[in-house]
């Protein structure tokens, strides 16, 4: 059965619009609406008008679904109020926006000549390239020259990255850094009324709140677009307001009324955010017209007379009804308006449905992972401090003349890394929980907050996707976000935060918004038998899945100073999204083979010191002939070198140890050329034997391509991992690497021996 309230909607406007009476005293144009209304005749009448567009893009679209050639049918319909809402902020007032903002984005493009949001909103609708903001990709609302980041279905996964940018507004003029908004901008992001129970949702208004009570300015317009249903669940009766309408540190506003009611409420609170500087959350109500979206077969769930009660609330209707009462308008007048509408959105539909859609791979994956490696090594190297600067920031000395003094752990040499970013970029903002005052759980930001000031390095509250939210909305006025999140197991409490929101955000705007940010995750296992599974979490597949994210894991402290001036430069010029992965068991190790050998510290590289993708390091055997090439990345690292002094001395084997150093994507090319050479290959994987994929995605490679003949692997098993000694039962041992290694190395042996 097809479902197709869609004429009956129509035709209660129309009969309405046909038995209309005009009023008796028809309102000049800038007349207000009612005595000491801001609305006047005319403005009401262009609200009305931007919410019929809105509602005939709606039509437009499932017309167009009936001959295959558009592809989104989730409405707006019933929700055109938020048009007032469009109308009275500005285009430089952010707007992280619900997928039913059609009457929002109308009203907002009438405030800014040349705009064409009826082509582009049906451009969107039917995949075309042409498409301004996504070129087919999605349909999202979005608009660079609108202020309007496009939105990913994912909902109420836009709050945290509205709230950190409300957060950030203030923050940018504190550190120092121009922003191209002005300082009295208002942050408005909007969502549906189930979505206000999201995990999501609930952590961003949270941390709006908190922010408020720590005294810090967050200018948040929060926007529950009420229509009582989640697709075919109700929100119980008084629910919005009974949970938001008396929290403490937000004010509650509800607008439900009539156009001017609204327009009141929907003033007053614009103006309080404007004003304060603290949130408020607007209570708009709305209904909710045909259905969730076009496949959505409504009489499943709802009765007749429970869908014939909503469309009656039809705010079209309603509106039409008050500018006419209000004399702001003639039935006629609205008459023609709507005939015209109709037409020219139908016309425009058509005209849209002809355009081109997106063809190649390469066209799909354009936006997605930008990378200018040769602009990134110049981001990298300048600017530079002044060795003055330096030495003044370092406490007199700077760190890679300090003589013998100089060799650094890894912790070491990240803080020292991150102390000569903070210098040379006046954006960048280190954050997180603990990485302020106490300088980080393993001290690797120690000193950093005392150095640069509470504003660049700061404790966030106990929330990981707040501090992913505050990152995101801090790089989308032009920060650079280092955030830090504590343990990779707790990564996975937001991941979504990454995953689908951080990560496709260039892909969605076609390049037109970015949210760079080095996102410093302490993690993977071989804690001494220490913390149990959550703070040995040896797992990188969540995070290698992500398109276009990098993943870089540093094992050494000069290496990981180079790769964190690497990843921040690749954030800066690309836009990109790194997670810097830093073994905790590495953290402040010192030795490699023995108690007190030291071999574990490394001298601190002076910027403009840098690596980048596909720079991988190579140790052991590296210039005569070896006999087998391990290939590893952090912890695996020291293993494989432990393991390689063991197969020279007990096994008389020559091994070449390379260190991947970046996770996501793989240096391919480094590794087959050096696997190619030696033609033995054993992959040392710390991680979960299903859980990485790096052995999978190398050892693939390399056999596909017969690149190397004798492949083998290690990994870790596939369990969680236990406390105490019991983790040697799971974690790689360096054992397993030298037995894995005489093991591929026999396999030639032996088909030498037979030859
Ligand atoms: C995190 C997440 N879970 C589930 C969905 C599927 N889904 C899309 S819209 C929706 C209902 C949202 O209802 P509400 O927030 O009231 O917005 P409305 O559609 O009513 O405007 C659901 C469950 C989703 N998009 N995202
Ligand atoms: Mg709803």
Redesign the pocket.
């Known amino acids: 059965m097809t479902w197709d309230r869609v004429a009956i909607v129509e035709n209660r406007l129309d009969t309405y619009l046909a038995g209309a009476e005009p009023a008796t005293s028809p309102l000049a144009p800038n007349a207000a609406l009612h005595p000491g209304s801001t609305l006047t005749a005319a403005a009401a009448v262009g609200l009305f008008e931007d919410q019929l567009g809105s509602r005939q893009i709606d039509v437009a679209g499932r017309e167009l679904k009936k001959t295959g050639r558009s592809f989104y049918t ?1 409405s707006s319909a019933g ?1 055109e109020d938020n048009a007032i809402i469009g109308a009275q902020l500005r285009t430089d007032d952010p707007a992280f926006l ?3 903002s059609g009457g929002f984005v109308m009203a907002r493009s009438r405030q800014r000549a040349g705009s064409t949001p009826t082509l582009d909103t049906l451009l969107g609708i039917v995949a075309s390239s042409e498409d301004p903001i996504a070129q087919g990709r999605h349909k999202v609302w979005g608009s660079r020259p609108l202020w309007i980041p496009p939105q990913t ?5 836009h709050l945290p990255k509205a709230m950190g940018l409300a957060f950030s507004l203030s923050r940018a003029k504190r550190i120092g850094v121009g922003i191209d908004l002005p300082e009295d901008a208002v942050v408005v992001c909007s ?6 129970n ?1 995990a ?1 949702a609930l952590a961003a208004i949270n941390t709006a709140r908190y922010a408020v009570r720590l005294g810090l300015p967050m200018p948040l317009l929060l926007v529950c ?1 009420d ?1 009582g ?3 075919s669940v109700p ?1 119980p009766e008084g629910w919005i307001e009974s949970t938001f309408g008396a929290m403490p540190h937000l004010r509650y506003i509800a607008a439900n009324g009539e156009l001017d009611e609204t327009w009141a409420a929907v003033e007053t609170a614009i103006a309080h955010v404007r004003g304060t500087r603290q949130p408020v959350f607007l209570h708009l109500r709305t209904v ?1 017209l045909w259905g ?1 979206a076009g496949s959505d077969a409504e009489p499943t769930y709802r009765s007749i007379p429970q869908i014939e009660e909503v469309e009656a609330r039809d705010p079209l209707v309603r509106n039409a009804r008050r500018l006419v009462e209000l004399g702001a308008a003639t039935p006629d007048e609205l008459r023609d308006l709507v005939r015209e509408t109709r037409d020219r959105v139908m016309a425009v539909a058509e005209e849209a449905a002809r355009r081109p859609q997106l063809q190649t791979t390469d066209e799909v994956v354009a936006p997605m992972a930008p990378y200018h490696a040769e602009r990134v090594r110049e981001r990298a190297t300048a600017p530079v401090a002044t060795s003055d600067e330096r030495s003044a920031s370092f406490g007199g000395t700077v760190p890679e003349t300090a003589g013998t003094s100089s060799a650094r752990t890894l912790a070491g040499a990240i803080n020292a890394a991150l102390a000569d970013e903070l210098l040379r970029r006046p954006e960048l903002l280190v954050f997180g929980e603990d990485v302020g005052r106490k300088g980080g759980v393993y001290n690797v930001t120690n000193g950093l907050q005392r150095r640069f000031g509470v504003a660049r390095v700061f404790d966030t509250l106990l929330d990981e996707t707040s501090i992913l939210g505050i990152a995101q909305g801090a790089a989308h006025i032009g920060l650079l976000p280092v955030p830090e999140i504590q343990y990779l197991a707790y990564v996975h409490n937001a991941i979504d935060q990454l995953r689908g929101e951080a990560a496709t955000l260039q892909y969605f705007s076609s390049g037109q918004f970015r949210n760079p940010m080095v996102v410093r995750v302490p993690g993977l296992a071989y804690q001494k038998g220490f913390g149990g599974h959550f703070h040995n979490d040896n797992s990188v597949g969540a995070l290698r899945d992500i398109p276009g994210l990098v993943l870089a894991a540093p094992a050494r402290g000069d290496d990981a100073a180079r790769m964190i001036r690497g990843a921040i430069a690749m954030a800066a010029e690309d836009g990109r999204v790194v997670v810097f992965l830093e073994p905790i068991a590495l953290y402040h190790e010192k030795d490699l083979h023995a108690d007190g050998d030291e071999g574990w510290l490394t001298t601190y590289p002076a910027p403009p010191e840098v690596l980048l993708p596909g720079e991988v390091g190579l140790h052991g055997e590296t210039d005569g002939e070896a006999d087998v090439l391990l290939i590893s990345y952090a912890n695996g690292l020291r293993l494989s070198l432990q393991a390689a002094r063991r197969l020279a001395e007990e096994h008389d084997l020559r091994a070449r140890v390379l260190d991947l150093r970046w996770l996501n994507p793989l240096p391919t090319e480094a590794i087959r050329a050096q696997a190619g050479g030696i033609g033995t290959v054993v992959v040392v994987d710390e991680c979960r034997a299903t859980g990485g994929g790096v052995a999978d995605a190398i050892i693939a490679d390399l056999a596909e391509n017969k690149i190397a003949k004798r492949l083998g692997s290690v990994r870790a098993v596939d369990s969680f991992v236990p406390l105490g000694p019991a983790t040697a039962a799971v974690l790689v041992g360096v054992d397993q690497v030298v037995a894995a290694a005489v093991a591929a190395v026999g396999k030639r042996r032996h088909a030498a021996s037979r030859s």
């Open positions: 989730i929700h619900h997928y039913r279905s994912t909902i109420a996964s969502f549906g009324d189930a979505s206000a999201h999501t677009e229509n249903t989640g697709i929100t909710r969730h």
